[in-house]
Each structure stands twice: as structure tokens, then as C-alpha cells.
């Protein structure tokens, strides 16, 4: 197989979940890895076009169809469109004849914004907050001479699945402050504390978080992309060395996490969209076992 293939096979791995089933019983046209790059000319293709109908209500929070209704500006793509940042961390994506942002992967068997509430990127953050497995008399563990890591995983009410607590960039919010807003939301339910047990998780948060090293930026593999518009995020890991700083937090499922764990990294690790590969960047990064 020529280089091209191979690189398009790869991509095509970074571009699967975003080609399965779709929330909401609505199905893809199904697009095989060999078609997922828009530099394969395919006239067959016949993606389905799927907009959910709280996102077509439309929001301060989401964009209208400007398909279907000329908006009086249309979205500044590519760049920061007042507090909406449009760019991509894959660089500037095309933009179809009809005006709608192109993905910058490949083909997804959708067009439309489905899930999602903005055309073209939606960015989102997510906390890796990781400590060592310990044995009852504090000690790290090991497997096969390497430390091994825990982190905190919340349980996705969506679906299910287990994921990192991370959630979208709302207008005009920092990615840090998303960091430190969806963790207290979905990993100490700070929503539904009252106004002085939300101030000592907010002190907690600022302290934990106040060292993160980022281990990705980028397109994120997520069941809701379309052809026009996906999920990008900053992931940075947040780890407690000693296990005191985190130790002392009380994790409580909130927002839309059914249930929050500390779960042990290993290489059988199920997450949500392609969470574990942020998950292995946390292990290369820490020298852990996986
Ligand atoms: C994933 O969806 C991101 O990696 C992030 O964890 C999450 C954000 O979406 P919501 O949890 O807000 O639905 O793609």
C-alpha cells in the first residue's frame, strides 16, 4: 500500500467513533476507511443531513442554519468571531460552496451540526486528574516496575460510557476556567452544593489545578462530528505527586456524569470518543504502567 494509503488508513483510525452509530436513532451513511478523505472522489456519497431539534431551536449558546435563513452576519470562520473562537487546531478548514465549514479529517456520513451547537469546531476541555495507586500502607504499586496511575472518571449519562470529565468552551470562557468549571461539575457536583461547600470546592479547585501540563490539542474523535461540525479540545493533566493535595477531595457525580471514580490506566481501558489516547499521552508523559 502506497504511503498515501497507509496515511490514509491512519487517519481513518483517528476518525472512527465519528462514523458509528449516531444518539438519537438517526443513522450515518456509511463511509468505509478507504472513503474517509475528502481527496477520494466519491459521487456515490449521500451523507444524511441531521440537525437535532434543540440545536435547530437555536440559543445565544448555538449558531443558526444560515442554509435555510441568511443570517445578518454570517459566522467569521476561522477565526475568533466575538466571543465565539472558530479556529481549528487543525488548521484553516475549507468551506463548502453552500458556506458550511468542512471537517477537517474526512468524511462522517452526516451533514448538519447534529449534536453539536456550532458550525465548524467546537471546542471543549478536558482534566486529567491523576495520582499513584496506593496499597493500604500508602506504598505506590507496581506492575512490571512501572507506577500505576489513577484518574479521575466520570460516567456519562449519554451513554454510558466512562470519560474524562470534560466539557464545552462556552462564549467568552478560557479553556483553564472550562478545566476547573466542568471538573467541580461533574466530579464534585459543585452545582448542587450550597454557596459555602461551592466556595471550598472552588479554593480546592484553584489549588489542584493551579499546575497542568497540556498533552494534547486537537481533534477529538467524538460519535456526535459531522461533515460540518466536530469536537476539538485541550487536554491537560493535573497530577498529585503525594496524594495529599487530592486525597482530601470528595468526589461526587454531578451535571451530566451518572457516577465519578478513581479508575486504574491499563491498556483494556474502554472511554468515551478517543479519550484513551489522551489517557496514553498522561502514561508516557508520567512513566507509568499501562
Ligand atoms: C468530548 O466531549 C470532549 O473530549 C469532552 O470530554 C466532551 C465535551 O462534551 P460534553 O461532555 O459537554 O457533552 O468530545
Given amino acids: 500500500m502506497k504511503a498515501s494509503?497507509?496515511?490514509?488508513?491512519?487517519?481513518a483510525q483517528t476518525h472512527a467513533k465519528c462514523r458509528g452509530d449516531y444518539s438519537g436513532g438517526v443513522t450515518r451513511f456509511p463511509v468505509p476507511d478507504d472513503k474517509v478523505s475528502w481527496s477520494v472522489n466519491?459521487?456515490?456519497?449521500?451523507p444524511v443531513d441531521y440537525t437535532a431539534p434543540a440545536v435547530e431551536r437555536g440559543s445565544a449558546r448555538t449558531d443558526t442554519d444560515f442554509r435555510k435563513i441568511k443570517p445578518d452576519v454570517?459566522?467569521?470562520?476561522?477565526?475568533?468571531?466575538?466571543?465565539?473562537?472558530?479556529?481549528?487546531?487543525?488548521?484553516?478548514?475549507?468551506?463548502?460552496?453552500?458556506?458550511?465549514?468542512?471537517?477537517?479529517?474526512?468524511?462522517?456520513?452526516?451533514?448538519?451540526?447534529?449534536?453539536?451547537?456550532?458550525?465548524?469546531?467546537?471546542?471543549?476541555?478536558?482534566?486529567?486528574?491523576?495520582?499513584?495507586k496506593r496499597d493500604s500502607s500508602g506504598t505506590v504499586m507496581k506492575m512490571a516496575d512501572k507506577p500505576i496511575l489513577e484518574f479521575v472518571a466520570i460516567k456519562r449519562r449519554d451513554c454510558g460510557e466512562w470519560a474524562?470529565?470534560?466539557?464545552?468552551?462556552?462564549?467568552?470562557?478560557?479553556?483553564?476556567?472550562?478545566?476547573?468549571?466542568?471538573?467541580?461539575e461533574e466530579a464534585m457536583n459543585s452545582l448542587e452544593a450550597s454557596p459555602e461547600q461551592k466556595k471550598r470546592i472552588e479554593e480546592q479547585i484553584n489549588q489542584l489545578f493551579s499546575q497542568g501540563q497540556e498533552v494534547?490539542?486537537?481533534?477529538?474523535?467524538?460519535p456526535r462530528n459531522t461533515d460540518n461540525a466536530w469536537i476539538e479540545t485541550t487536554a491537560v493533566n493535573f497530577h498529585d505527586e503525594t496524594g495529599e493535595a487530592f486525597g482530601k477531595v470528595k468526589l461526587c457525580a454531578g451535571d451530566?456524569?451518572?457516577?465519578?471514580?478513581?479508575?486504574?490506566?491499563?491498556?483494556?481501558?474502554?472511554?468515551?470518543a478517543n479519550h484513551i489516547n489522551f489517557i496514553k499521552k498522561v502514561i508516557e508523559l508520567r512513566n507509568a504502567a499501562f
Fill in 5 to 11: 494509503g497507509l496515511l490514509r488508513m491512519a487517519i
Fill in 74 to 132: 454570517a459566522p467569521r470562520f476561522n477565526e475568533i468571531d466575538g466571543k465565539v473562537d472558530r479556529r481549528s487546531y487543525c488548521g484553516t478548514y475549507t468551506i463548502e460552496t453552500n458556506g458550511v465549514p468542512r471537517n477537517p479529517v474526512g468524511r462522517t456520513g452526516m451533514v448538519g451540526r447534529g449534536l453539536l451547537r456550532r458550525w465548524g469546531p467546537n471546542h471543549a476541555a478536558d482534566p486529567i486528574v491523576t495520582r499513584w
Fill in 216 to 222: 494534547y490539542a486537537g481533534y477529538v474523535d467524538d
Fill in 164 to 184: 474524562i470529565p470534560g466539557g464545552m468552551v462556552e462564549p467568552g470562557d478560557t479553556v483553564s476556567g472550562t478545566l476547573k468549571k466542568e471538573f467541580g
Fill in 256 to 272: 451530566d456524569a451518572g457516577a465519578v471514580a478513581w479508575k486504574e490506566l491499563h491498556f483494556s481501558l474502554q472511554l468515551y
Fill in 42 to 46: 466519491w459521487p456515490e456519497y449521500k
